[in-house]
């Protein structure tokens, strides 16, 4: 298991209701491991320059095919543009997901945050 540490881009206030997303992406096939991470490093680097973004980790089980990531974030809409852009969107598309991938998305206060790995894997079940 790999674990990438959680990574700030913004401070947070204690009281205040954050977006967090959770997702689940499991990988088709064993060879897509290498592309998953090349375009995974794409998508950290479109991370550092999303508007909202308060931070995220990236958890992955590479030789078992399965990751995940968690994000929190300002707030829906930031949520949505960078989901919609490249290379986020284009990495959707290519990178050979299963079909049972999943995400979940919940509200957190600002003191809760980073979240801890089991409280949000907990919102996958």
Known sequence: MVEARWIS???VEP???YLALI????????WSTFSFIRQSNAV???LKGSRGLIGYSLRAQLL???AWTVSVWEDERAL???????PHVDTMKNVGLGAERKFVRWKL???????KW??????LS
Not at 23 to 30: A, H, I, N, Q
Not at 80 to 86: A, M, P, R, Y
């Open 44 to 46: 950290q680097k479109q």
């Open 109 to 115: 206060l600002g003191s809760d945050i980073p979240p």
């Open 15 to 17: 009281a205040r209701e």
């Open 64 to 66: 078992g095919k399965k």
């Open 80 to 86: 949505i543009e960078f989901v919609g852009k490249s």
């Open 9 to 11: 881009f913004a401070d």
């Open 23 to 30: 997702t689940y992406l499991p990988r088709k096939r064993y």
């Open 118 to 123: 089991e409280d949000a894997l907990a919102h």
